[in-house]
């Protein structure tokens, strides 16, 4: 069963930035479109980012401009560069297949505060 694990989170103050990874097990990242997604306790799952297998990008508006999704195919890494975060950007963050379907991973927790 192939596997994504997510790394990369952690506590970030006000406009700083955070790199997180997506490792995969198998072959899963770089034969499908991959996406990143972010949950905040008591809210639902909300789509960040996704990208195809030729790289084409589409980001929800609320950070374009300020998070890049790029991918590594030939080392099973899809990655999510986040800069100029704001407090509202502090959730758990999962990757998954877009769009996603089965169970979600541990994902990684980014807090923006100061």
């Known amino acids: 069963q192939v596997q994504l694990m997510e790394s990369g989170g952690g506590l970030v103050q006000p406009g700083g930035s955070l790199r997180l990874s997506c490792a995969a097990s198998g072959s899963i990242i770089s034969k499908n479109v991959m996406g990143w997604y972010r949950q905040v306790p008591g809210k639902q799952r909300d789509f960040v980012a996704s990208?195809?297998?030729?790289?084409?990008?589409t980001y929800a508006g609320s950070v374009k401009g300020r998070f890049t999704i790029s991918r590594d195919n030939a080392n099973n890494t899809v990655y999510l560069q986040m800069n100029s975060l704001k407090p509202e950007d502090t959730a758990v963050y999962y990757c998954?297949?877009?769009?996603?379907?089965?169970?979600w991973g541990q994902g990684t927790q980014v807090t923006v505060s100061s």
């Open positions: 990208i195809t297998t030729s790289g084409t990008t």
């Open positions: 998954k297949k877009f769009p996603p379907n089965g169970s």
